[in-house]
């Protein structure tokens, strides 16, 4: 029973009194209410953008137990348990394939009762496994592990579940471990988010884009910015501007991937979006469409009746400022192409300011080539078109800066 491409494995037990037979299942949780701090981990976008640790999370959380045999009997497990105080459950392994688990709670409840060392000590173990075992791959990610934990009923979370490499036993984990790490995991998450927003700040953001890069993956980093934020402050007030801060954290969280994509805050009015999603670029066109139409919302009629408003410098002469827009700076980065999230963001920052060149909502692509990198062919863009304004007009604006070598 090897699984060499399965991460995640609910087994139902043998039935009693057969020779040992199962199916195996591939478990999608549905996200059900279950232990609610890893329900809010399982469920929480901020939380489950914090950057994985480079090393395999189960790595650390594997507890080695020796496992038994399927054939063993009874009286042998309900023996390990009376020696073994702190041993709740043990696993049934056969060939190196994990069959289930034994609880604790079961096995002396049932063997406790009179006569039933007489009638059941000398019966295979398999008999008291529990009707369905987690069983979960060393690569499995924490959000993941999680997302299954509250799926699973609540003799499953008390016993533990198994952990496999490519179907063989590994070891067990327990739900303590689990719990210990989702809540150092929303520390980190509380110490590095923006105040305002929630989202990830500076640290977070950082770390992601090393740790893309350091693992050779293709991803887009789109660095968003608002024009004409400030005068807006100044004639709204910064009740609103804070509004239009939390407004557009929710538009450009709800444009990514949940599970591929990553949302930060800067801080300011500056936001990063890190894509590696294939479609990262219409992505991007309807973060600017729904910020477009969302932004008008906080304008008086009059002044979007006439496409901005005036403000007083501090000479004391009247300035007219147009209505606050998106600006996006995207920069692909492919293997080789950056050594670290500096260089990234350095690139990254060079197209914002070219797109805060074009009024009104727009999106600046560079596709300047680094070295023997080629550009992606499959984001070519035209020369030049018409950037997307507040009044709903809408394209995506692409130009070629030209090709370089960086030292």
């Known amino acids: 029973m090897k699984a060499a491409k399965a991460h995640i494995m609910i087994l139902p037990s043998p039935c009693k009194g057969c020779a040992v037979q199962f199916d195996e299942r591939f478990a999608t949780p549905a996200l059900r209410p279950g232990a609610r701090l890893v329900a809010d981990f399982a469920q929480g976008q901020v939380i489950r953008q914090i950057p994985s640790p480079p090393e395999r999370i189960l790595d650390r959380l ?16 309900f023996a390990l348990f009376k020696n073994n105080p702190d041993l709740y459950s043990v696993p049934v ?13 079961e096995m002396m409840e049932n063997m406790a009762r009179p006569y039933r060392h007489e009638l059941f000590g000398r019966s295979p173990c398999v008999r008291f496994m529990a009707p369905q075992t987690l069983i979960v791959d060393i690569g499995l990610a924490l959000a993941e592990l999680a997302a299954l934990i509250v799926n699973a009923d609540q003799r499953q979370i008390i016993t533990g579940f198994i952990i496999t490499h490519r179907g063989d036993y590994l070891g067990m984990g327990s739900l303590q471990d689990v719990v210990r790490e ?22 977070p953001i950082r770390q992601h884009i090393d740790t893309l890069l350091a693992a050779g993956e293709i991803f887009c980093v789109a660095y968003c910015d608002l024009d004409h934020f400030k005068p807006f402050n100044d004639v709204y007030g910064y009740a609103k501007g804070d509004e239009v801060l939390q407004m557009t954290a929710r538009v450009l969280a709800e444009v990514c991937h949940k599970e591929q994509d990553f949302t930060g805050h800067i801080g300011g009015d500056d936001f990063v979006l890190i894509f590696r999603s294939p479609d990262w670029l219409s992505r991007c066109r309807r973060a600017l469409e729904r910020f477009g ?8 009629p009059e002044d979007i009746a006439r496409g901005g408003y005036d403000t007083e410098n501090r000479n004391g002469a009247m300035e007219s400022h147009p209505l606050t827009a998106l600006s996006i700076g995207a920069v692909m980065a492919t293997p080789g192409t950056f050594r670290n999230h500096l260089e990234v963001s350095e690139v990254a920052a060079e197209a914002k300011t070219q797109a805060k060149k074009t009024p009104g909502n727009s999106i600046f692509v560079n596709q300047r080539r680094y070295g023997a990198q080629p550009a ?12 997307l304004r507040p009044d709903g007009q809408s394209s995506v ?6 090709q370089g070598v960086r030292s």
């Open 397 to 402: 604006q692409g130009v070629t800066s030209g």
């Open 376 to 387: 992606p062919p499959a984001y070519q863009l035209p020369s030049r078109a018409p950037a």
């Open 93 to 105: 392994v056969s060939d190196g394939a994990p069959l289930g688990l034994i609880s604790r709670y």
């Open 182 to 203: 989702v809540t150092a995991m929303q520390i980190e998450a509380a110490k590095c988010a923006n105040p305002l927003t929630q989202l990830p700040g500076n640290v």
């Open 293 to 300: 139409s969302e932004i008008r919302a906080f304008f008086r």
């Open 62 to 77: 594997l507890i080695k137990t020796a496992p038994v045999a399927p054939t063993d009997s009874a009286d042998r497990v």
